[in-house]
Nanobody, 126 residues
Framework: QVQLVESGGGLVQAGGSLRLSCAAS????????IGWFRQAPGKEREFVAA????????HYTDSVKARFTISRDDAKNTVYLQMNSLTPEDTGVYYC???????????????????WGQGTQVTVSS
């Protein structure tokens, strides 16, 4: 049974930092690209960052470049999202998704991911 479990969310003041984790089980982790998406209240889920199964150059949405860093530890079956200089606009539920052998061209398309976690809430106060 495949499971993705996010953790690390919470309440933080603007300018603060959080590190999210996405721990995977029940799947050949090294064959999956992992993406982070977020959903703010009243808005659609949007792409945040992703790393391919091969660990190639990570991808970010423009609004988080230079503030967020995605990394994967294949030994721990875990992907991390380090979030710095947080702003209230970063508030939302953050989900990680796994897509088998998803190539760089498709990382931003949430419909192509095979599995999703339950999400972790991130709230940034002003």
């Amino acid at each position: 049974q495949v499971q993705l479990v996010e953790s690390g969310g919470g309440l933080v003041q603007a300018g603060g930092s959080l590190r999210l984790s996405c721990a995977a089980s029940g799947m050949p982790f090294t064959k999956y690209s992992i993406g982070w998406f977020r959903q703010a209240p009243g808005k659609e889920r949007e792409f945040v960052a992703a790393v391919t199964w091969s660990g190639s150059v990570p991808h970010y949405t423009d609004s988080v470049k230079a503030r967020f860093t995605i990394s994967r530890d294949d030994a721990k079956n875990t992907v991390y999202l380090q979030m710095n200089s947080l702003t209230p606009e970063d508030t939302g539920v953050y989900y990680c998704g796994a897509g088998q052998a998803l190539s760089e061209a498709w990382l931003r398309n949430g419909a192509l991911y095979d599995y999703w976690g339950q999400g972790t809430q991130v709230t940034v106060s002003s």
